[in-house]
């Protein structure tokens, strides 16, 4: 199973663009990169998801380097409401499909007013 | 609509008691996950049914741990004779299919504490 490594926590000013690295250095060809996100006391929330184009929503942009080692999930003007624990996922496919998360410890972004 | 509900929020049991988890995935899902998060840690992964099968238990800790999904829908983790070291918060998610590009909702947890 691929691993990822994230920093442990990032600051950042509220109306400014966070940009959270990911290194998932041994993903394989078929791996998806996922980023979901946990506010405190609140299941895990779906952000984005890409193989190896960026991608965009109305949440965030997900930029996966061409050699797909790592990747950066961008949230174009931080609010206060992005505070949270962002965690980035390369989705395992075991031996009879199941297709399971694996979580790191994530990054803790901390928007500052 | 209706996410991932997950019932009790908070469960609070002695050591050696017994204890029952449920989750109502999102309906027409077909693939149900369970995961186990303890404080500071990241979800960690216990099963995951494709329909009313167990597809994977490749994490579930020990045979006190045990999931079931009999009508495909609802799923009850039941854990037998709780330790102090199973207090955690117990995720469940769902998605529409098992494979290809689905992502998983999460339901709010259940937090276990065992005395």
């Known amino acids: 199973d691929a691993k990822t490594t994230q920093p442990t926590s990032m600051d950042c000013a509220e109306g400014r663009a966070a940009n959270l690295p990911c290194n998932h250095s041994t993903i394989s060809g078929n791996e998806y990169v996922y980023w979901y996100r946990q506010i405190h006391s609140q299941g895990p929330q779906y952000i984005i998801h890409?193989?190896?184009n960026n991608e965009t929503n109305e949440m965030a942009s997900l930029i996966i380097t061409e050699d797909r080692k790592s990747s950066t999930l961008i949230l174009p003007h931080a609010t206060l409401r992005d505070t949270a624990v962002y965690y980035c996922i390369v989705r395992s496919l075991g031996g009879s499909g199941t297709y399971k998360y694996i979580f790191g410890t994530g990054t803790r972004l901390k928007v500052l007013a | 609509g209706a996410g991932v509900s997950q019932t009790p929020s908070n469960k609070v049991t002695e050591k050696g008691k017994y204890v029952e988890l449920r989750c109502d995935p999102i309906?027409?899902?077909?693939?149900l996950y369970w995961y186990r998060q303890s404080l500071g840690q990241g979800p960690e992964f216990l099963i995951y049914?494709?329909?009313?099968?167990?597809?994977?238990d490749s994490g579930l800790p020990n045979d006190r741990f045990f999931a079931v999904r009999p009508e495909g829908s609802v799923s009850t983790l039941k854990i037998q004779r709780t330790e102090r070291g199973d207090s955690a918060v117990y995720l469940c998610?769902?998605?529409?299919?098992?494979?290809?590009?689905?992502?998983?909702?999460f339901g709010p947890g259940t937090r276990l504490t065992v005395l």
């Open positions: 998610a769902s998605s529409l299919l098992a494979g290809g590009q689905s992502e998983q909702f």
């Open positions: 890409g193989l190896k």
């Open positions: 309906s027409g899902h077909t693939a």
């Open positions: 049914f494709q329909g009313t099968g167990a597809a994977d």
